[in-house]
């Protein structure tokens, strides 16, 4: 299994890597999308003009993002043949199907809305305990005493439970059925959910998961959180640019790199079947 899943990597790896006009598009696409956000964020709602910008930027990065992902799953597909020609074919088929990636996504995102609601609602009994313990008095008059810290098991369990719903169990899931839908289309993917949600927990997929997740996920939170070397408000400031890029771009490479490997584990084990 170790064997497969690095060579599933190492394919995608080698055809993302080699194929410098894909990459390219992707990392345009990626910052058009990343702009799309940021003109989301900051712009104002005061004149008729900003809420055209807002309007726009709505539907543009989500569209976007999508493309992104229909690009991902499909890189891996086909024969290889000349940059140019695998970029166009790549661009032209991401563009066409995209929108059967946001069907199937649609029951994600709902049952993404309804955990979180669900999860909110659970009461905070242990923060409520450390509130009433932190305010409570001192035993000894006068004598400063600091109140015990009791561990909130409660939180630590839910803040597990979120990550392990919505940064593995969904993304996984959600990911596993894109590839399925650019290989099969629409309604075989649909019809065949049932299966291809089972496997996409087995093993050797979870685990090429985990190890793309060290990427996208991990390495780039610690990149941004990194504390700058040298003083000084320029100089930390260059720093932080260097450092928001780097994070942004291997969130980028690790995200498209494990969709590829999913891709070609898929893909191997429908040759292995056929």
């Given at each position: 299994?170790?064997?497969s899943v690095?060579g ?8 993302l890597?080699?194929n410098?006009r894909?990459?390219?598009i992707f ?10 956000i ?12 900003q809420?055209a910008?807002l309007g726009?930027t ?5 569209v976007?993002?999508?493309v992104?992902q229909?690009m991902a799953?499909?890189y ?9 020609s695998d970029a166009?074919?790549l ?14 996504s649609i029951?994600?995102l709902?049952l993404a809305w ?5 999860i ?5 009994g242990?923060?409520v305990?450390?509130?009433a ?7 000894v ?9 009791p561990?909130d098991?409660?939180g630590?369990g ?5 990550f392990l719903i919505f ?7 959600a990911?596993?059925l894109?590839?399925a ?8 993917a649909?019809?065949?959910?049932h299966?291809?949600?089972?496997k ?13 997740f060290?990427?996208?996920g991990v ?26 890029a780097l ?9 498209v790199l494990t969709?590829g ?14």
């Open positions: 299994m170790i064997k690095i599933s990597i190492g394919a995608a790896a080698h055809r890597l080699s410098w894909a990459s390219l990392l345009l696409l990626y910052m058009a999308m990343l702009l799309g940021y003109l989301f964020l900051t712009t104002g709602v005061a004149t008729v003009g809420l910008i726009v709505v539907i543009f990065a989500p976007i993002f999508f992104i229909a799953v499909s891996m597909t086909g024969e290889p043949g000349s940059d140019e166009a074919r661009v032209k088929r991401s563009l066409k199907g995209f929108w059967k990636i946001v069907l199937i029951p994600f709902l309804l955990l979180v609601y669900l909110d609602k659970i009461p905070a242990a923060a305990a450390h509130e313990i932190r305010t409570g008095p001192s035993p008059r006068g004598a400063p005493h600091p109140a015990p810290q561990t098991w409660r630590i839910l803040a597990a439970l979120e940064g593995i169990a969904l993304p996984l899931a990911v596993n894109w590839i839908t650019a290989r099969d289309g629409l309604r075989q649909a019809r065949r959910a299966r291809t949600l089972y996409s927990f087995a093993p050797g997929t979870l685990l090429v998961y985990l190890i793309g060290l990427i996208f390495v780039p939170y610690l990149l941004v959180d990194m504390r700058p070397p040298m003083k000084g408000a320029l100089i930390e400031v260059g720093q932080l640019g260097i450092q928001l994070a942004a771009l291997l969130s980028l490479f690790g995200w969709l490997a999913l891709t070609d584990r898929q893909k191997s084990e429908v040759a292995t079947r056929s």
